[in-house]
């Protein structure tokens, strides 16, 4: 008779999982130390390299010489990691980031190299918060800086309560649906072409096959719950698109997606998919339902004169299927502040 291997016993098996598994968390932990230590020790070079510096007229005389003579000793003696554009990362960073117990070690290194290019102090600061609380990728920060997210969310409420926003643990405020529901949502990441020829069971297909980077730009907070899921009436039968459920805000959400412009009918549509959902699904500790019409255009005066104006519970985003240009983005951000200031003075006149 063959004896078991050792993975093959049954009576090894448990103690050989829980063995793997203190393993496998042990190398977690090394790696994240080492993580930690790399950002500590490229805040500690910046610190030292920016004091150097302030030392004095002597001292200030190596002015431009300086990294490159550094780079050219440190990577001489210690290899790479210390070439002249990563020291003046290192600068950069203590600059940008002068008080350590106000670094999120959380984040690596690459993180934030990354979050040097955010030019303001407040944004710079809500990324790195950001990074932590939401557990983003290298990859992901930088779609998130590149498509403007905090610049979108800047545009979308007023400007103090976002910034007292920034500060705090996002996970311990209380949201709202308007707080998180993004306009316009930008699906580049689905690489499907830019063309009024897409079908919207092509859509929906795509959102699936790519669901991690639609909840992630979907906003904070969503669980997939189901596709083309069936709610039915005495006589009728409704089919949703996507069903998620908000963890923050504790609601169900349906997106209903329109390949073409959007319509007083879709508005309609779901405005009724949301009663019936409420009726028929929400929980007793749920708040309302939320519905978002995911359409590739909208025209202003529909949303304005329909029960989307100022309805806390259904939304029409906009999806843009290739990444805007900055100028594009910026255009967009600028005519949603005028609208908000013009919101904002009609209610004070």
């Known amino acids: 008779m063959t004896p078991l291997l050792p993975q093959d016993d049954p009576q090894l098996a448990p103690l050989i999982n829980e063995l793997g598994e203190l393993i496998r968390q042990a190398r977690q932990k090394v790696l994240r130390a080492v993580d930690t230590l790399q950002v500590q020790t490229c805040w500690q070079i910046g610190r030292h390299i ?27 003696r ?8 990563n020291l003046r990362h290192m600068r950069d960073f203590y600059q940008k980031f002068p008080i350590w117990n106000a670094v999120r070690t959380e984040l690596s290194w690459t993180h934030y190299r990354t ?9 710079r600061h809500w990324y790195m918060n950001e990074v932590a609380i939401q557990n983003w990728s290298t990859r992901a920060l930088e779609r998130q800086i590149g498509t403007f997210y905090y610049e979108r969310l800047l545009a979308s409420r007023d400007r103090p309560a976002v910034e007292q926003e920034a500060a705090a643990n996002l996970e311990k405020l209380d949201f709202g649906p308007r707080d998180i529901v993004r306009d316009p949502v930008v699906l580049e990441f689905l690489g499907l072409p830019n063309t009024g020829m897409l079908l919207e069971t092509d859509l929906e297909q795509a959102l699936i096959d790519q669901l991690q980077g639609f909840l992630l730009e979907l906003g904070k907070g969503f669980a997939f719950i189901a596709r083309q899921q069936r709610i039915s009436t005495e006589s009728k039968d409704f089919y949703l698109d996507l069903v998620f459920y908000n963890y923050l805000l504790k609601c169900f959400v349906i997106v209903d997606l329109k390949r073409g412009e959007l319509s007083h009918q879709d508005i309609g549509q779901m405005d009724m998919y949301v009663r019936l959902y409420d009726e028929l699904k929400r929980g007793p500790d749920d708040k309302p339902t939320v519905g978002i019409i995911l359409c590739s255009r909208k025209d202003e005066s529909v949303v304005r004169y329909s029960v989307l104006q100022g309805n806390e519970q259904l939304f029409a985003s906009q999806y843009q299927l290739v990444l805007p240009t900055e100028e594009e983005l910026r255009k967009e951000l600028d005519r949603e502040r005028a609208r908000l200031e013009e919101g904002q003075s009609g209610t004070t006149t």
């Open 50 to 76: 920016i004091e150097f510096e302030q030392g004095g007229a002597e001292r200030a005389a190596y002015g431009a010489r300086l990294l490159p003579s550094l780079a050219k000793v440190l990577t001489a």
């Open 78 to 85: 210690f290899g790479k990691g210390f070439d002249e554009r």
């Open 115 to 123: 979050l040097l290019r955010v030019e303001h102090d407040t944004a």
